[in-house]
């Protein structure tokens, strides 16, 4: 099936949209934000993002024992524009590959009023060659904080929204190579500004199939001259967490894949998936059957 690479900016009220935030940074500084990336929820108060995007955040604004020194939200723009503002309480980064996964809490009356918010199924085994897929996230535009006549600190964010669709070029089970890639990732032949990282990947059925990682956009205009690739999803359930039910920090640390089981995401595939403990180390090697 021939599958002509298109990227466009995405107008009104869209599924993509509602399960999908911009990443802004709040340093200690009057007035003053950034936005880097993307992301996208998989739960009431959980996102995935990619792991390159928190940690440009941390080399931005410093970090102390790996505490931010600084708020970080992600920001839902729904029509409005209303902005509901989920503040980030915990992150947690793969050691093997360029995802994250961050816990929030609301942090404004939009999102506290949000008691079921909308959030987006999983199919964790990456996309075949040939496959259709639409990467979803927002232009790199400078956010700006507005304050009213009384006093009242509002932000304002201009980025647009944008769909990127293409298809699949070629799978990398473990890694593209030993330096820039080196994690399970697949090529598509489709444009991803860099406003996109962390943003999602959808394939036809509508379900999250990857993560935007990485784009060179060699040529204007030329969409078989683009580079990008998607970060696959499986090795996500291999991340350990140390998080409640209820948002509150546990001694027992556990592996996302546990949340699959539980059906408090929804992950297709997580059968699939097997965690090798290693003797010393925190973190499990994650393996995939792919038959």
């Keep these: ?4 690479p298109e990227f466009r900016y995405v107008e009104g009220d869209t599924a993509a949209a509602g399960v999908s935030a911009r990443l802004v940074a709040n340093p200690c500084e009057p007035n003053t934000i950034h936005e880097l990336g993307s992301s996208i929820r998989i739960a009431k108060n959980l996102y995935i993002t990619a792991k ?19 708020s970080f939200w ?6 409005g524009p209303q902005y509901s503002i989920w503040e980030v309480d915990r992150c947690w980064l793969s050691p093997c590959a360029d995802l994250a996964v961050f816990h929030t809490r609301a942090y ?7 008691h079921r918010p ?16 639409v990467a979803f996230g927002y232009e790199r535009r ?7 006549s009384d006093g009242t600190r509002h932000i304002e964010l201009e980025g647009k929204p944008s769909a990127s669709v293409g298809k699949v070029i070629e799978v990398h089970e473990h890694r593209r190579d030993t ?3 080196n994690y399970p990732c697949f090529r598509v032949n489709c444009k991803m500004p860099g406003g996109m990282s962390g943003g999602p990947i959808f394939n036809d059925s509508g379900r999250l199939c990857g993560i935007v990682c990485y784009g060179m956009n060699q040529l204007e205009g030329v969409f ?11 090795p996500l359930m291999g991340i350990i967490m140390n998080i409640g039910d209820r948002g509150e920090s546990i001694d027992n640390a556990y592996p996302l894949l546990d949340l699959a089981r539980r059906g408090i995401i929804h992950a297709e595939g997580w059968q699939r998936v097997t965690l090798h403990s290693i003797s010393g180390s925190t973190f499990p090697t994650v393996s995939f059957s792919h038959i």
């Design 1 to 4: 099936m021939h599958i002509t």
């Design 52 to 70: 390159h995007v928190i940690e440009d955040y941390l080399q931005t604004f410093e970090h102390r024992n790996g505490t931010a020194n600084f």
């Design 74 to 79: 992600a920001v839902h723009v729904d029509p």
């Design 108 to 114: 404004n009356d939009i999102a506290t009023q949000q």
């Design 118 to 133: 909308a959030c987006v199924g999983m199919s964790i085994a990456p996309p075949d060659v040939g496959e259709r897929v």
């Design 142 to 148: 400078k956010p700006k904080v507005v304050v009213d």
């Design 179 to 181: 330096v820039n890639l």
């Design 224 to 234: 078989n001259d683009h580079l990008s690739y998607g970060m696959s999803l499986w």
